[in-house]
């Protein structure tokens, strides 16, 4: 197997168990242009050097802070040619911090409504018959709606 500056060269598996993704995501990472289509060994294996466990990393947690993998192979492919994706990226995470906000707020107001609502219910429930139904559930149609209309819609990413 080759050898690279940085030491012993990985192969996808080895890569992936460092990196705790799977090799399907290392490929999956190679197609669509976040890692470098490596060099292979004789016998077919893809190799990568050791440099690439740092790169794959920083692609999980920019994941975890909300860019797409789109963003990232834009990013890492500028970055390649010679690039300098540093402004594109403050603008991105400077969106991803005022969503992350905005979802914030959404969540709070629905935390306020559910505490009134449990309160609402434990009243209820200690009002009402030991045993009878209470239909707690069925009530939510005669609440006022939460103030934002999309609190519990799964939001897609910028």
Not at 85 to 111: A, D, F, G, W, Y
Request: charged fraction near 30%.
């Amino acid at each position: 197997m080759a050898m690279t500056g940085t030491g012993k060269a990985l192969r996808s598996g080895e890569l992936a168990r460092l990196t705790g993704v799977s090799a399907d995501t290392i490929r999956h990472y190679e197609k669509i242009g976040i890692l470098a289509a490596p060099p292979r060994t004789a016998s077919g294996y893809r190799i990568f050097g050791r440099d690439t466990v740092d790169r794959v990393l920083v692609v999980r947690r920019a994941l975890q802070l909300g860019f797409t993998l789109a963003e990232l192979s834009e990013i890492l492919r500028t970055r390649d040619s010679g690039g300098v994706p540093c402004h594109r990226v403050l603008n991105l995470t400077e969106e991803k911090l005022r969503s992350l906000e905005q979802q914030i707020q959404e969540l709070q107001r629905t935390q306020s409504y559910m505490r009134k609502l449990v309160r609402d219910w434990r009243n209820k429930l200690k009002r009402g018959a030991p045993g009878s139904k209470a239909m707690l559930l069925q009530s939510l149609t005669g609440k006022p709606k939460i103030a934002s209309t999309n609190n519990f819609k799964r939001r897609s990413r910028p």
